[in-house]
């Protein structure tokens, strides 16, 4: 069996943000219970022992974490290419300068929108204009820069200027992913759910922007998976090539993974990570193809999409062990297109070209201490 080609590393769950998107789970890990600084190398170097390429330092916020720079460092001595994944709040040139020195390989920056009153509303504090100035800090830096924007139905119109943005911040590459469905974007679907008009114009110039920026900036654009005809290899396949290690050394095969009721994870306090990947029950759970039901057992797709997500099924029917839903040849894919059709409707949320909504109709996420 071949190892993860890259650790996704959640060192927090605390993040000065309240993101009604965020993927994180609903019940989130506080400050007190995080892996210490010695504990994360050793699952650094655990790592690489099993050739693993790439490193993500994600959270919550990392910068969460007063030992990052030190956590960046061992993680390039035990030779991983290192990424940050950042909201930007509290990152100060100076603190830039002492990560850039460590080593780090590459930033990605995560913006909610072009434009800061949207932006702000989404992230629930008053960040934007903060964000575009640490971006500046990143373009004096010989690092790569990746610029993340999550789109949904209230600020889906302003693709051109989230192009514009990134070309003026020198960014490298561009992500625009739409939300996906799961933590506290699940709770918010109604609201954040664009409608199937949007996505063909948004579609059209996403095709336009990369065809104009081929070979200066390189964008790539994730689609809702509810509009889709056939799932995402979610991750790539369930245990297949990446892991993920939440801030109290849970290992987990994909962010969302807890939802699954009666799962039961193990921990690197605990176990030695090849064990986990290698034999622990729940990276065997949905690995290969063994576990499939039909449609999927007999579909020529199913080495291409694995089924689909484990999560979203479980959030969609009950049952982590289905067909994706989003599948169209799913015998539970008329629930998504219940959703979609009242997307399309409106349902009660409004014009797709409104504003987002009060406030007060958000479920913001609450940060642990």
Known sequence: MTGPRSIIAEITHR???????????????SGGDELSTQAWTDVFQQSA???VLQLDLTGGEPLARPDLVELVRAARQ??????????????????LER????????????????????????????????????????????VAFTLNIVVHRHNLQRIPQMIALA???????????????????FRNREHLMPTRTQLESSLELIRAAQTRLAGRMR???????????????????????????DPTGEVLPCHAATVIAGMRFENVRHRKLRWIWEESDSFQRFRGEAWMPEPCRSCDRRTRDFGGCRCQAFLLTGDSSVTDPVCSLAP????????????????????????????????????PR
């Open 15 to 29: 993040c000065p943000l309240h993101c009604v998107y965020c993927s994180n789970p609903l019940v989130l890990r």
């Open 49 to 51: 022992d099993m050739e």
């Open 167 to 185: 070309e003026d911040l020198g960014a490298h590459k561009l992500e625009i992913a739409h939300v996906q469905y799961y933590g506290w974007a």
């Open 78 to 95: 035990a030779g991983l290419y290192v990424n940050l994944i950042t909201s930007g709040v509290g990152l100060s040139a100076e603190k």
């Open 219 to 245: 964008i790539d654009y994730v689609v809702p998976d509810y509009y889709a005809k056939f799932p995402k290899a979610c991750m790539g396949g369930w245990g297949r090539k990446t892991l993920l290690i």
């Open 332 to 367: 539970a894919h008329d629930r998504v297109d219940d959703i979609v059709q009242r997307a399309n409707a409106g349902d009660g949320t409004g014009s797709a070209e409104a504003g987002p909504p009060s406030p007060a109709a958000w479920e913001y996420r609450r940060n």
């Open 99 to 142: 990560l850039v020195l460590a080593r780090l390989d590459h930033v990605q920056l995560s913006l909610q929108d072009s434009q800061a009153g949207s932006a702000d509303e989404i992230a629930g504090a008053t960040v934007h204009a903060r964000k575009l100035e640490i971006a500046r800090e990143i373009q004096r830096h010989r």
